[in-house]
């Protein structure tokens, strides 16, 4: 039995499915293979929130696992939606790497240190409203494109292929801002200026994290369940699950879940596990970083119905205080 894998075909897509299917292999005893799968955010272009957002990266994956073109598909668990797909499973969390967004700036500026106006770059809304709130003075500018793409509008950093300055492409910003796992997958940490501590920004619901989704057929059976499978797959994605990333992400996407927060709205929210309480920490914020409404609350239910209960509560919170008169929950 060859497992085929359906991946995006960007570098970061390829390296992180890589990585999951050599895991996989290694665990199933069974060959991999990759299958390209070509998405509608990787033909579009213009604004990622104005195209839907980063859900538009997941459609094309999972219509491939449905038609049986692929047997697993490896997501950005950010960039998944938060609503159910009937007849995929979300199978497997492996364990979480960095969940902090990071400065990569012209000269090793740190955020504190960029001069007034500078320019910075990015393309989600939540991280525009977070640097706002942070720094009002600077030029926030809406970008597209792949991590090395991205890099490459900063002068100077590390691994970048020229340093022509040409408006719109290469060169042309003080400084952009993404994920820290993603440089991490791509070997590119070298052009990190600065890590953004969470106290600073918060990530997206899932940063860090990968989602592997299957066909509910293939997933893990679950125990008292008839639903499922207990084939080699299955058991071979049980073993790559990490309870705590699950617990983790199951709270932030139950929080954005009941803001009815598309993962393109300006919320941020993180929630971990320390001994035997589940924390989670979530921000509101207007895109303009004018306003914003943060709070933080934690469970000892250390199950995913707790952790589903526990992202329930903090969104009422939110919402109690304001939360959908701040910002365009709807974006999705």
Do not use: W
Request: hydrophobic share 45%; aromatic share 2%.
């Amino acid at each position: 039995m060859t497992v085929r894998i359906g991946t995006r075909a960007s570098k970061l897509a390829l390296t992180q499915t890589r990585q999951t299917a050599d895991q996989l292999a290694a665990l199933g005893g069974f060959p991999v293979e990759l299958v390209h799968i070509r998405t509608e955010g990787d033909v579009l272009t213009g604004s990622l929130s104005q195209m839907g957002g980063t859900g538009v990266f997941v459609a094309a994956l999972r219509d491939a696992l449905l038609r049986d073109k692929c047997d697993v598909a490896v997501h950005s668990l950010k960039d998944l939606p938060t609503g159910a797909a009937p007849g995929l499973t979300l199978a497997a969390t492996p364990k979480r790497v960095d969940v902090r967004d990071v400065l990569c700036a012209r000269e090793g500026l740190k955020l504190a240190d960029l001069p007034q106006g500078a320019r910075v770059g990015t393309g989600s809304p939540r991280r525009a409203a977070q640097l706002r709130a942070a720094r009002p003075d600077l030029d926030i500018v809406d970008i597209r494109g792949n991590v090395d793409t991205r890099l490459g509008r900063v002068p100077g950093l590390p691994g970048n292929v020229t340093d022509v300055v040409v408006d719109g492409k290469s060169c042309d910003l003080d400084a952009v801002v993404l994920a820290a796992a993603g440089l991490e997958r791509i070997s590119r940490l070298d052009a990190v200026s600065e890590y953004l501590e969470t106290d600073v920004m918060l990530p997206a619901a899932g940063q860090g994290s990968l989602a592997i989704e299957c066909r509910t057929a293939d997933a893990p059976r679950k125990a008292g369940s008839t639903e499922g499978s207990q084939g080699p797959l299955a058991q071979a994605l049980a073993a790559l699950d990490d309870t705590d990333t699950r617990l983790a992400v199951t709270a932030e996407r139950a929080l954005l879940a009941r803001l009815e927060a598309g993962c393109a709205a300006p919320v941020g929210a993180y929630a971990y596990r320390k001994g035997s309480m589940l924390y989670l920490e979530a921000v509101v914020c207007a895109v303009d970083g004018t306003a914003s409404i943060r709070d933080k609350k934690a469970t000892d239910g250390l199950t995913e119905v707790g952790a589903t209960l526990l992202g329930i509560d903090l969104a009422e919170v939110l919402l109690a205080r304001g939360a959908a008169d701040i910002a365009d929950l709807a974006a999705s």
